[in-house]
């Protein structure tokens, strides 16, 4: 398992921007697709953002699509997610995962390790 921590969250006007963070820990960061994920209030948990083993592949989510950016640094064992153009709708607690698993990995089941939440808040 890898340990994972988000870091980055808060309030932000929209049509501003955030970059959120995600620090693993434990086995081989490397070995792993990673990806992003929200869940807004009374809300199921909502695939955001995945980025392959080496990073070559990135794959978003429609509703996030030319705004979100995520990125990966195996050598600092480190994910980030850059949010533009921030919508009101785009208010939840984002969650970090890891997964074993090749080739675009959206689901939430082939997700093993997960993070504890960062929020973040978009005021109209």
């Known amino acids: 398992q890898v340990q994972l921590v988000e870091s980055g969250g808060g309030l932000v006007q929209a049509g501003g921007s955030l970059r959120l963070s995600c620090a693993a820990s434990?086995?081989?960061?490397?070995?792993?697709?990673m990806g992003w994920f929200r869940q807004a209030p009374g809300k199921e948990r909502e695939f955001v953002a995945g980025?392959?083993?080496?990073?070559?592949?990135?794959y978003y989510a429609d509703s996030v699509k030319g705004r979100f950016t995520i990125s990966r640094d195996n050598a600092k064992q480190s994910m980030w997610l850059q949010m533009n153009s921030l919508k009101p709708e785009d208010t939840a607690i984002y969650y970090c995962a890891a997964s074993p698993r090749l080739g675009p990995v959206t689901t939430e089941r082939d997700y093993g390790s997960w993070g504890q939440g960062t929020q973040v808040t978009v005021s109209s």
């Open positions: 434990g086995r081989a960061f490397s070995n792993y697709a």
């Open positions: 980025i392959s083993w080496t990073g070559a592949v990135t």
